[in-house]
């Protein structure tokens, strides 16, 4: 274990202990609304729940002045708030609040402080744009609190990663702690990783679509058009339909699936 990884747990027991000692067992949780700050609520709905919590959970779009003062009154009624995906932007208007807070983020904080319990990767030398997101440093904080019995939530940790885009690796492969995340998962069949397509909506949209919404990569004439994606499957052979419903990825054969990956190589 790296030191600075190290480090980062330190900041997670810290987390834990706080909430350990929380006597009446009531908790707001504050959360972003994009898929990491959804994944980490759900890690964290899930664990605090089965600790016996009783929980209010608020997902906002950004702590603004004016969203703060609404959530100061809220913040005022728990002895514990938990904020996920975001805070370390806000820290000293949440210092001002002056209830027991603690704030899960992997963004880059602003400013300092000495009375919020802040779990930011940023503090520790660990790079929260690549690395580790707000749904990782939930799920690290479920297995400091549950142990083993947090495994199941990992791949909603990997959910959240992919969702801020940290598939930075070679051939799209999450890095740093959020391998740890995957092997672990992987290790106790809670996922699977293999090489496929990287198209929109993977393998349950149906593929004129998924092939006309990708982005990232962009299919030049293919992206925004469905005609045009609809064409270019026609024109190699695989039918974007069976029986009257639209066919996806999934349903594809493996020798489709070989045939569409090639032809849009060439395309592009």
């Known amino acids: 274990m790296s030191e600075k990884f190290s480090d980062l747990l330190n900041l997670v027991s810290r987390a834990a202990e706080s909430i350990g000692s929380v006597g009446d067992r009531?908790?707001?949780?504050?959360?972003?609304?994009?898929?990491?700050g959804l994944a980490a609520a759900s890690i964290l709905v899930s664990t605090l729940s089965r600790l016996g919590f009783a929980l209010q959970l608020v997902v906002v779009e950004q702590l603004t002045p004016t969203t703060l003062r609404s959530?100061?009154?809220?913040?005022g009624g728990y002895p514990l708030t938990l904020l996920t995906d975001l805070g370390s932007g806000a820290l000293k208007a949440l210092e001002r609040i002056g209830t027991r807070i603690i704030v899960l983020d992997h963004h880059l904080p602003e400013g300092e402080t000495t009375s919020i319990i802040e779990v930011n990767p940023h503090r520790v030398g660990i790079?929260?744009?690549?690395?580790?997101?707000?749904?990782?440093?939930?799920y690290l904080l479920s297995r400091e609190l549950l142990s083993e019995k947090a495994l199941k939530l990992a791949p909603l940790a990997v959910v959240g990663a992919l969702g801020d885009r940290q598939d930075v690796g070679r051939r799209?492969?999450?890095?740093?702690?959020?391998?740890?995340?995957?092997?672990?998962?992987?290790?106790?069949?809670?996922?699977?990783?293999?090489?496929?397509l990287r198209i929109m909506g993977g393998a349950r949209r149906p593929l004129v679509k998924a092939l006309a919404y990708t982005t990232d990569p962009f299919i030049p004439g293919i992206t925004g058009d469905e005609g045009a994606a609809l064409a270019f499957l026609s024109n190699i052979g695989i039918r974007a339909s069976k029986n009257g419903e639209p066919r996806t990825l999934g349903d594809l054969s493996r020798e489709e699936r070989k045939k569409l990956a090639s032809e849009l190589v060439k395309h592009m």
Not at 26 to 36: E, K, P, T
Not at 127 to 138: C, E, F, H, I, Q
């Open 26 to 36: 009531r908790l707001l949780l504050i959360s972003h609304y994009d898929a990491d």
């Open 71 to 75: 959530l100061g009154r809220l913040i």
């Open 127 to 138: 790079d929260g744009s690549r690395d580790v997101s707000s749904s990782g440093l939930a």
């Open 172 to 196: 799209f492969r999450l890095i740093g702690i959020n391998r740890l995340i995957v092997d672990e998962a992987v290790k106790y069949n809670l996922l699977k990783e293999g090489v496929g």
